[in-house]
């Protein structure tokens, strides 16, 4: 019985991590909408992940659940950075922009 246990935790956590595959990609797409993505959602998952991710390698001293873990946290990692990266350039553009109109006034 532990070792199916096993198996379906690494099953469950490989389909886990793959899912934000789609998400990425999307994220990727959508970067002129910044807004949509939660950066607050996203941050507070790249947190609780970081804490799985040190738990699973300091406390648990588990191999496989520090690799799942890992890959929540470069999941989350990549949409966060992403919609950052976003949201970061398009407040840049816009401080251009508001800087050229006060500079020809």
Avoid: E
């Avoid at 246990?5 to 595959?21: P, R, W």
């Avoid at 946290?73 to 990266?85: H, K």
């Amino acid at each position: 019985m532990h070792g199916l246990i096993t198996a379906v935790y690494g099953v469950s956590g490989v389909c886990a991590v793959a899912v934000y595959v789609p998400q990425i990609i999307t994220a990727w797409k959508n970067r002129k909408d910044p807004k949509a993505l939660s950066l607050s959602t996203w941050g507070l998952w790249v947190g609780t992940s970081s804490v799985s991710v040190t738990y699973a390698a300091v406390v648990a001293q588990d191999i496989p659940y520090t690799l799942i873990s890992l890959g929540n946290l470069l999941g989350c990692g990549s949409v966060f950075i992403i919609a950052m990266s976003s949201r970061l350039r398009r407040y840049i553009r816009r401080a251009r922009v508001v800087t050229r109109g006060v500079a020809q006034r």
